[in-house]
């Protein structure tokens, strides 16, 4: 697609409960990032996947996240038992190549999550 | 550790010209980036220093020097939709993809 597209766009959810947000990058890019923004907050990283290598999970929370990506196009981010505290935008960007020559992110529109 | 240093906030009026600074302290950083976000909107992204010196896009200007651990991002002929967030960020270790994003500046501009 034209952009990174990230869905859904708002999801409440109550206390406990599972959740799964999605993120479609853009076609041929090889690099996919996951980014969390709590309100008036900067972007804290999560979870990186470039080409087939092993993903960088250094910046997941807790073991309540994970993050897959299926053959090397669109990822999903699960996070188990919800807690109120997850409450936050999650976006999700895609570069071509990385960073590495300055090419830049593209970012989603993000998933605005609220646990109740 | 790792840390980068924004103002939280800074205002101007049409037509003037505004810096917002970013201080960092981390080793084994590769490049300096800056993007904007709109309340609401996504981050987009706005220039990149691979070396040190000024690189210079439209009314926006960015600078580095990595010496000085110090960035910063021009702003000149300041329009209204130029109020927005701008976040620095730098790729950490110098080997991998990843972005750490600074604090963020809230910029306002007035008419």
């Known amino acids: 697609g034209a952009g990174v597209s990230q869905s859904p766009s708002n999801k409440v959810t109550e206390k406990g409960k599972d959740v799964e947000l999605r993120c479609d990058p853009i076609?041929?890019?090889?690099?996919l990032y996951w980014y969390r923004q709590s309100l008036g907050q900067g972007l804290e990283f999560l979870i990186y996947?470039?080409?087939?290598?092993?993903?960088?999970k250094s910046g997941l929370p807790s073991d309540r996240f994970s993050a897959e990506r299926t053959g090397g196009s669109v990822s999903t981010l699960t996070i188990q038992r919800t807690q109120q505290e997850d409450s936050a935008v999650y976006l999700c960007a895609s570069s071509l190549n990385g960073d590495r020559v300055g090419n830049g992110y593209t970012f989603g529109s993000g998933t605005r999550l609220t646990v109740v | 550790g790792q840390s980068l240093e924004q103002p939280s906030e800074v205002t101007a009026v049409e037509g003037a010209i505004v810096q917002i600074n970013c201080t960092y302290q981390?080793?084994?950083?590769?490049?300096l980036s800056w993007y904007q976000q709109h309340d609401g909107g996504a981050p987009t992204f706005l220039s990149y220093n691979g070396l040190d010196g000024l690189e210079e896009t439209g009314r926006f200007s960015s600078f580095l020097s990595r010496s000085d651990s110090y960035g910063y991002l021009l702003l000149q002929e300041l329009q209204m939709k130029d109020s927005a967030s701008y976040f620095c960020a730098v790729r950490v270790p110098y080997n991998t993809d990843k972005l750490i994003f600074g604090t963020g500046t809230r910029l306002q501009v007035f008419p």
């Open positions: 996947f470039q080409g087939n290598s092993a993903p960088d």
């Open positions: 981390t080793s084994g950083f590769y490049g």
């Open positions: 076609s041929g890019h090889t690099a």
